[in-house]
């Protein structure tokens, strides 16, 4: 059963995933309030019924529950810890949810705030993109003390197919820096598989079905690799984000002395597409690289 009772969802950040994601959970009758710094974005949500917040601070008196999906850790402690934020304005019994792929040591400092007021802070961040956001097949990683998972398990299952419960505060992220390692490498030999089938005279296409569901199989491959194809490279997510993330795991690396050559490289060519104007394009567009 879903603690608390007379539940009450706040939702803040409403981009390419978050939208979808409070759908579903307006969808299955919660009430809804919502937070976003663009209240455009927000629109859609608010014509299905959810009730607009002027700040994260109405948000935390509104709502018992509530979700975060937001840009960058800078993003995530102002609206968790700054004087408008959640954590000072929050209700004791409440549970704050950071959906955000952000800093392990700022999920510890923020489960740690919480805790002062009696609010159950968890990290949940997913992987799975747009599609996934939208089809509610999202990787959900999870991080906090596991009575407070179980209490809101059942709001998990709204949003995401593959709920993990990873360990203690900060472990949701450390799962998510795990996951973003793997693709950034993942997605360097994606793009240069279809650049050298391309080169060779073959069809792209043709190529992508006998590969995809062989060895080399991924969801990137998978999901993104079609898309470059048609060059459609509107986001999932966006390349300004993947950044972050891969600034966030090499920093955790090089503080657990850990050589990370492949997330480094990923990094640089990223760095160069952002220099050229790609930065608001999804992570798939690595594939221009070798077009510029």
Known sequence: MLVPENTVIGFIGTGVMGKSMAGHLLKAGYPLVVYSRTKEKANELLEKGAVWAETPKEVAEKANVIFTIVGYPTDVEEIYLGENGLIPNGKEGSYYIDMTTSSPSLAGTIYEAAKTKGIQAIDAPVSGGDVGAREVTLSIMVGGEEEAFEAVKPLFELIGNNIVYQGKAGAG??????????????????CEAIIYAEKAGLNPEKVLKSISTGAAGSWSLSNLAPRMLTGNFEPGFYIKHFIKDMKIALAEAERMDLPVPGLSLAKSLYEQLAEMGEENSGTHALYKYWKF
């Open 173 to 190: 992220q450390h799962t998510k820096m795990s996951n973003q390692i793997a693709i950034a490498s993942n997605m360097i030999g994606v």
